[in-house]
């Protein structure tokens, strides 16, 4: 069986400049910026499928990510994952089609940081991931197997970057 690649982003930086909700917050100068370098990062992949939070700022990012050379054939927009917990995000991700080799889910903090720490076996990158995990960071993770036996210590954190414009 081919390995599973799983990327996990946290959305770009977002403007405090505005009266929006939180949901409806955009991208600030800086995320605009950020989220194009972490496309370039994304570029080498071929994304078969994108699961994103539907807030602003995360489809804002997704859009400057294609700016960078991110590429996916599928992308879908969840309010689902603007409100997930890690557990919620891991059903999710059981959930994605068995052709599927690389998944890109791109959402908030605790969450993304959370789901890393428990889908990876421990590592001192998992340790970096733990302590502090900003706008843009994007953690790339392996696991072999089909998406429905995704669990808890079933991948291997490969790299973690922290993009910037």
């Known amino acids: 069986m081919t ?3 799983l990327i996990v982003m946290r959305h ?5 400049k505005t009266s929006n909700p939180d ?5 600030s100068a800086r995320g605009t910026r950020d989220a194009v370098i972490a496309g370039q990062v994304l570029a080498p992949f071929h994304l078969d499928l994108v699961l994103s939070s539907a807030s602003t700022r995360t489809r804002q990012t997704w859009q400057c990510l294609t700016m960078g050379g991110a590429k996916a054939s599928d992308v879908r927009f969840s309010e689902t994952i603007y409100h997930a917990w ?3 995000v891991i059903d999710e991700l059981r959930g994605v089609e068995a052709g599927v080799k690389t998944t890109l ?5 605790p969450t993304v940081s959370d789901l890393i720490s428990t889908l990876a076996q421990p590592s001192e990158l998992v340790d970096q991931v733990a302590a502090h995990f900003p706008t843009s ?5 392996s696991f072999d197997g089909p998406w429905a036996e995704l669990g808890a210590d079933s991948a291997v954190l490969q790299r973690f970057e922290i993009p910037r414009g």
């Open 86 to 88: 890690t557990n919620d």
């Open 137 to 141: 960071a994007i953690g790339i993770l």
């Open 3 to 5: 390995a599973k690649i």
């Open 105 to 109: 889910l791109l959402g908030h903090e």
């Open 23 to 27: 949901f409806a917050r955009p991208l």
């Open 12 to 16: 770009a930086k977002s403007s405090w």
